[in-house]
């Protein structure tokens, strides 16, 4: 039994135990040395011992480009499909992607246990696999076990354990220090002190326990001093070997480390007989520990480093078969980039990269596509078999932006294009491919002068490229929101589409067209473009395709208030793209939030909270964050609001004006309830002409509510027209006759008229729109309005009817400020929204001084405000009684409080702690 581990190697027991009844997956993680192989390869041998199939992979610290390099030994990957032609290269992922999971499930059949250590160290590939497996597990049979170290990592490795560690499927198995008694029980030939001293030293760590322990190490020593020493103790060549283990994700053949040793067997046996190289069947000669590797090779000076590689590629270049896998590839390129042989590193980097291609490995076909492009000027000579340089920028910039790394993508094409190529084609060719890019990040104007030089690069004849040029135009010119100049681009892009059977830029020409005309009401003829740019999308298997279709369809379903349809539509596409990707596109961030806001404004917010716990982690550009801010104000949720604006931010520096209006929207409400009125006003009116240069009324809508309450509510008339004026489009919308009643009952309420009739319009117009909170927040309005304005016992019913119109909505809505509102106004007006009549007045009387008779909840209403100074008639507008009632209430409180005059009544009223004004 492993010492300090008991409870970890039990837990892995119970999982490899239970394989009959189901699958699941382990990560074990922690520092280095910690332990993790150890304990992995304890419970493979277990599962062993009971017949289980093991298969094993591994990454190494420069194998992150290797496809699939953490599951080339353990599945043979990274073929591709003799034969196989697909409409797109994320369908050929998904083939392959597919192939793998049967093969695995094969395995399963059995049980089987699938390892794979240091996945921190792993290819984009691998982990998009792993991921992918987490969450479709074989039904049963299969344990999943993985090594990760809890160190320094980038934030996309660090963001893909996130995620896992998320999934239910997913058990987590971290690894602590060895307490001082286990330690003593790990060093049981060593005395009290020398443990004491080694435990001061190491922090409980195994691995550096007993390196510290052997031979006498002095425990002031470091791991990496201790592990120096143990290198230092053997010849150059032999640290050759130890280095080699450093720079391949498996173990080492004998060919390798004689190469790596420059052809000398007995410094491949000093390494051996040293115990820093160990020999495993079936799997190679490896480091003794990965820390090892590691510090072997960083030793090594520049020079040593560079014949290591040089030896290893002459090695792996010599064994390759007929038909290599694309990690076997990527091993050589990289050995040949690393030993700086520009021209082997040229010629294998687009080697690797055709593999990664054949083999389906997006990511890495275009990392390698991108060493070859940054490797050009370097080589002296060029294959024929070598594209340009520009010619390789654009495979990897087209191949990074397929797996969502897009600014990458970006990053390879800055510049002049015309300087990088004498060829029309390939410039042509980068234009276009930047132009998308550009306006898939937000950077339109970049987008549009690509368009430009694109029309300046084409011959009129040539009426293919035209077709692919005014797509991207009109796809352009729709982001930042000219929708006056789309339709022109986006029908020649149709036609010219059709004529030469260019699917792609007919569905790009139909998702574009379907924006527009859902944007001017159109929605039959939106939903036709929408749903023929899906079906297009869907058949032709391109994910952003698919991705930008679900956007513009589920845009229209929440226009039309069918939130049903708009969380269907969002299911099938989430599915079609992550069967393509693996992952999650960033348009998906679109389409939730189209989902958030349905089931928002449809009142169902514990779905829209449920809906958003239910997705994979997001991108961080902030699209259904600043929805969800909706949701947390309304549920009174603050901190929760403020989160989720933080993780916006995002939006307010992108260029297009309908998410600088919704991150604008945002803002203006969380400082609207939180008592910031006037400044809510003041946002409201700033963004408000970028909201309008949008030309999309629902965006316009929501700001413009929110800054009609912020006017009304510092009482300021004029800055309220400006802003109806400003975002007069909200009013030619479905929503136009809810929203026209709104100005104006929000017009009365900033000249101080309370006009309770366009409430009770709107009222009715939120009802039969299917919008219940918006709809309670026009019955408390009109509550007001009558209480307000209109006297008699008459209006006091009607008002009492509107309140507990308003409670019954806002109480299923589970909407606590709103709520509060109104048992602020029942309150204050004497009214029983449960029973819907007059109450009467029972509250707890507050005694007066000692013989005095108490008061009553109204007489205490009306001595805070007697005490504030307030007239009669003042009184009784701000409790929504006559100035005569009030008149008899201040007469009743100076009789009850002994007291001839207002003033004493008010020392009193301070004296009692009852000077404080109430509030509506």
């Not at 060719?429 to 898939?440: H, I, M, V, Y």
Request: glycine share 8%; charged share 25%; hydrophobic share 45%.
């Amino acid at each position: 039994m492993l010492i300090g581990r008991e409870g970890e190697l039990a837990l892995l027991g119970e999982l490899t135990a239970g394989l009959p009844k189901g699958s699941a997956v382990a990560v074990v993680r922690g520092e280095a040395g910690i332990g993790k192989t150890t304990v992995v390869r304890a419970a493979v041998a277990d599962a062993d011992s009971v017949g289980l199939r093991i298969l094993s992979g591994a990454c190494a610290p420069l194998s992150g480009a290797v496809a699939y390099g953490g599951l080339d030994t353990a599945l043979g990957v990274g073929r591709g499909a003799a034969g196989e032609v697909f409409t797109s290269v994320a369908a050929g992922r998904a083939w392959a992607v597919e192939s793998m999971m049967r093969t695995v499930g094969e395995i399963a059949e059995g049980g089987a246990v699938l390892v794979v250590e240091d996945v921190h160290w792993a290819d984009v590939s691998t982990l998009d696999f792993l991921a992918h497996l987490s969450r479709n597990l074989p039904s049963t049979g299969l344990l999943v076990l993985l090594t990760w170290r809890d160190e320094d990592t980038d934030a996309e490795h660090a963001r893909w354990l996130g995620e896992q560690l998320r999934i239910l499927s997913v058990t987590d198995v971290p690894l602590r220090p060895l307490t001082l008694e286990e330690t003593a029980r790990q060093l049981p030939e060593c005395s009290t002190e020398v443990v004491a001293a080694v435990y001061a030293r190491s922090a409980g760590n195994p691995y550096l326990n007993a390196e510290l322990a052997d031979g006498g190490a002095e425990p002031t020593e470091s791991l990496r001093q201790v592990l120096v020493s143990r290198l230092d103790a053997v010849g150059l060549p032999a640290r050759m070997v130890v280095a080699a283990a450093a720079t391949l994700g498996r173990g080492l053949t004998d060919d390798e480390m004689l190469a790596a040793a420059s052809g000398a067997a007995d410094a491949v046996w000093e390494a051996c007989d040293a115990g820093l190289v160990v020999r495993e069947p079936g799997r190679g000669a490896m480091a003794r520990h990965p820390v090892l590797a590691e510090v072997a090779y960083e030793e090594l000076l520049s020079r040593d480093r560079r014949q290591l590689h040089s030896r290893l590629a002459g090695c792996l270049e010599s064994v390759l078969p007929e038909r290599p896998s694309a990690a076997a590839v990527a091993e050589v390129a990289g050995q040949y980039c690393r030993a700086e042989d520009a021209d082997e590193g040229l010629v294998w980097s687009v080697r690797a990269a055709v593999a990664a291609e054949q083999g389906y490995a997006i990511a890495e076909a275009g990392h390698w596509y991108a060493v070859a492009g940054s490797l050009w000027g370097s080589a002296r000579t060029a294959s024929a078999d070598v594209p340009e340089k520009l010619s390789l920028l654009v495979s990897a910039a087209t191949y990074l932006s397929a797996v969502g790394q897009t600014d990458k993508a970006m990053a390879l094409l800055e510049g002049d294009l015309t300087a990088m190529s004498d060829t029309r084609e390939e410039v042509l060719r980068a234009a276009l491919t930047r132009s998308w890019l550009g306006t898939t990040v937000g950077d339109t104007v970049q987008a549009l002068r690509d368009v430009e030089l694109a029309q300046r690069l084409v011959s009129a004849d040539d009426e293919p490229t035209w077709a692919r040029i005014c797509a991207c135009q009109a796809m352009a010119l729709g982001t930042c929101s000219r929708w006056d100049d789309v339709e022109a681009p986006a029908r020649i892009a149709l036609e010219l589409g059709a004529k030469y059977s260019d699917h792609r830029t007919i569905g790009k020409a139909h998702a574009v067209l379907g924006i527009g005309a859902a944007l001017q009401g159109l929605f039959s003829q939106a939903l036709g473009h929408d749903l023929t740019a899906l079906a297009i999308a869907h058949k032709l298997a391109e994910p952003e395709d698919l991705a930008m279709a679900g956007v513009a369809l589920t845009d229209v379903y929440l226009r039309l208030g069918e939130p049903d349809r708009v969380a269907r539509v969002a299911r099938f596409v989430g599915r079609g793209v992550r069967r393509l990707m693996l992952g999650r596109h960033w348009l998906e961030d679109l389409i939730d939030s189209n989902v958030v806001q349905a089931l928002y404004e449809s009142g169902r917010w514990d779905e829209a909270v449920a809906w958003m716990s239910e997705r994979s982690a997001p991108s961080d550009l902030g699209f259904f964050q600043v929805m969800m801010v909706h949701v947390h104000l309304a549920r009174g949720d603050i901190a929760a609001a403020e989160q989720s604006l933080r993780h916006a931010e995002s939006l307010n520096e992108r260029d297009q004006p309908r998410f600088l209006a919704s991150y604008g929207e945002g803002q203006t409400l969380l400082l609207l309830r939180t008592g910031h009125a006037e400044q809510a006003l003041e946002l409201a009116l700033s963004v408000a002409d970028t909201a309008r240069a949008g030309a999309d009324e629902d965006v316009e809508g929501g700001l413009l509510l929110a800054g009609l309450e912020a006017a009304a509510a510092v009482r300021a008339p004029d800055r309220l027209e400006r802003l109806v004026s400003r975002l007069g489009g909200a009013t030619k919308g479905r929503t136009r006759a809810a929203v026209s009643a709104v100005i104006d009952g929000e017009r009365s309420r900033a000249t101080g008229a309370f006009e309770p009739d366009p409430w009770l319009i709107a009222a009715r117009e939120w009802s039969v729109l299917g919008r219940p909170y918006e709809e309670a927040q026009a019955h408390l309005r009109a509550a007001e309005a009558f209480l307000t304005s209109r006297p008699g016992a008459a209006a006091r019913r009607t008002a009492a009817e509107e309140l507990i119109a308003a409670r019954r909505l806002a109480e299923r809505l589970r909407a606590v400020p709103l709520l509060e509102q109104i048992g602020k106004l029942a309150r204050l007006a004497r009214i029983d929204t449960g029973r819907g009549t007059t109450a009467d007045d029972h509250a707890e009387a507050v005694p007066g001084p000692a013989g005095q008779p108490a008061l009553t909840e109204r007489e205490q209403q009306v001595l805070a405000l007697l005490a504030d100074g307030l007239t009669n008639r003042e009184i009784g507008k701000a409790l929504f009684m006559s100035p005569k009632t009030a008149s008899v209430h201040v007469t009743h409180i100076l009789d009850k409080l002994g007291v001839q005059t207002r003033v004493q009544a008010a020392a009193i009223a301070a004296r009692l702690g009852l000077d404080q004004r109430p509030s509506v």
